[in-house]
């Protein structure tokens, strides 16, 4: 069993920056890739960026491509996003994810574990 617990968000202008943070409580969390999801008023959950466990791949979603990192500290077990160059578009709640699944993953239905979200506001 897995918990995580999001961090970091918050109200930012456009262009500023954040980073937000999971953190996972349970045993071999540095063995799951943690994926960046985020879930904008009235649309889906949608696929922001993830980090694999086994050689540390990364990759993002177009939209934020070149704006974005992923990261992780597998001594603190925690991943971390840093959002630069923020967007009014960015606003949203950001989840973090991990699956034991080997391989790039982008689908919410391949994650089983979810933390419970922290809301990112980004104003024009």
């Known amino acids: 069993q897995v918990q995580l617990v999001e961090s970091g968000g918050g109200l930012v202008q456009a262009g500023g920056s954040l980073r937000l943070s999971c953190a996972g409580t349970?045993?071999?969390?540095?063995?799951?890739?943690t994926g960046w999801f985020r879930r904008a008023p009235g649309k889906e959950r949608e696929f922001v960026a993830s980090?694999?466990?086994?050689?540390?791949?990364?990759y993002y979603a177009d939209s934020v491509k070149g704006r974005f990192a992923i990261s992780r500290d597998n001594a603190k077990n925690t991943v971390y996003l840093q959002l630069n160059s923020l967007k009014p578009e960015d606003t949203a709640v950001y989840y973090c994810?991990?699956?034991?699944?080997?391989?790039?993953?982008?689908?919410?239905?391949?994650?089983?574990?979810w933390g419970r979200g922290t809301q990112v506001t980004v104003s024009s």
């Open positions: 980090i694999s466990w086994s050689d540390g791949g990364q």
């Open positions: 994810a991990v699956t034991a699944v080997y391989g790039f993953r982008s689908s919410v239905n391949d994650y089983p574990y």
């Open positions: 349970g045993r071999s969390f540095s063995r799951y890739s």
